[in-house]
Nanobody, 123 residues
């Protein structure tokens, strides 16, 4: 059974940083892609970031470009999201996602979701 487990959320001041982690288990995933989405209260879930399993070429949502960086230790089936210069509007539940590829994830086509981790940016 495929499982995605996120960690690393929490409370941070505006301008601060956090790093989220997500580990996937229950299969072989080298032909897939991991990524991140988020959902703020009262808003739709939005794409945040993804990259190829090889670590090449990353894709980012417009609202996080230049501030967030996705990376992975794919030998450990783990993806990270380094979030810098955090703003109050980054407050959301962040979900790890597994899809057929980065293009599919950018398009919102997700095969499996993690349970989510809360990120709160507040002074």
């Amino acid at each position: 059974q495929v499982q995605l487990v996120e960690s690393g959320g929490g409370l941070v001041h505006p301008g601060g940083s956090l790093r989220l982690s997500c580990t996937v288990s229950g299969g072989t995933f080298s032909s897939y892609a991991l990524g991140w989405f988020r959902q703020a209260p009262g808003k739709e879930r939005e794409f945040v970031a993804t990259q190829y399993w090889s670590g090449e070429r990353a894709y980012y949502g417009n609202s996080v470009k230049g501030r967030f960086t996705i990376s992975g230790d794919y030998a450990k089936n783990t993806v990270y999201l380094q979030m810098n210069s955090l703003k109050a509007e980054d407050t959301a539940i962040y979900y790890c996602a597994l899809g057929l590829g980065p293009v599919e994830l950018v398009g919102g086509v997700v095969g499996y979701w993690g349970q989510g981790t809360q990120v709160t940016v507040s002074s």
